[in-house]
């Protein structure tokens, strides 16, 4: 079974700075790894994903994200983040023989201040 | 072309009541999945579909929940009765294949007073 930790259930940051957002995972089979953003009163929109390859991922909006199979890890970064970019954000894990069942986190909301 | 639909986008009933849910999926996408989510938590998934056939359920609470894609197009989940902890957003997604990337609509949100 898969498991995701989103370590941080809020990020504040200013408009125009750096953002980290942190994705931990937990399986005993390889995996397909996962960011969805959501915005207010919206369903879920896919950032992007790793699915294999190259570790160094980039997605929509201008995120990308970092596979590190060592320490378990799918972190999302935006080297500069704008008002529009408020939402929750979700990391997501699936096994690669059931690519279909997602197991997301809790979540992490990203508030950009002006 | 047009997203997954839902309706209705807000419902509140009063535990023990029935309701139902309606998605639309994306057209031609033959994979359609209904997720729970939960405030503060992330989506979990409680059916899916391909076709008009259920491919996986097992998270799916049988004694108060159900599903049905008869025609393999929309899809409508009841809860009946319903609990208090029934309160969550109600989210549709649909893939055209099994494994495809999953596309949500805006979902329902439940309150169960």
């Known amino acids: 079974a898969q498991s995701v930790t989103q370590l941080d259930s809020q990020v504040p940051v200013f408009e125009e700075a750096p953002v980290e957002l942190r994705c931990n995972y937990s399986s005993s089979v390889s995996v397909y790894l996962f960011w969805y953003v959501q915005y207010p009163n919206q369903g879920l929109q896919l950032l992007l994903k790793?699915?294999?390859?190259?570790?160094l991922v980039k997605g929509i909006n201008g995120f990308e994200a970092e596979f590190n199979k060592s320490q378990t890890s799918f972190h999302l970064r935006k080297p500069s983040v704008h008002i529009s970019d408020t939402a929750e954000y979700f990391c997501a894990v699936s096994d690669r023989t059931s690519t279909d069942k997602l197991i997301f986190g809790t979540g992490t909301r990203l508030q950009v201040f002006p | 072309e047009a997203g997954v639909a839902q309706s209705p986008r807000y419902k509140i009933i009063e535990k023990r009541q029935s309701v139902a849910f309606w998605c639309n999926p994306i057209s031609g996408h033959a994979t359609l999945y209904w997720y729970q989510q939960i405030l503060g938590q992330g989506p979990k998934l409680l059916i899916q579909f391909q076709n008009n056939g259920v491919v996986d359920d097992s998270q799916l609470p049988k004694d108060r929940f159900s599903a049905e894609r008869l025609k393999g197009v929309d899809s409508t989940l009841k809860i009946q009765p319903a609990k208090l902890e029934d309160s969550a957003v109600y989210l549709c997604?649909?893939?055209?294949?099994?494994?495809?990337?999953?596309?949500f609509g805006p979902g329902t949100r439940l309150t169960v007073t």
């Open positions: 997604a649909s893939s055209s294949l099994q494994g495809g990337e999953q596309y």
């Open positions: 790793y699915l294999s390859g190259s570790t």
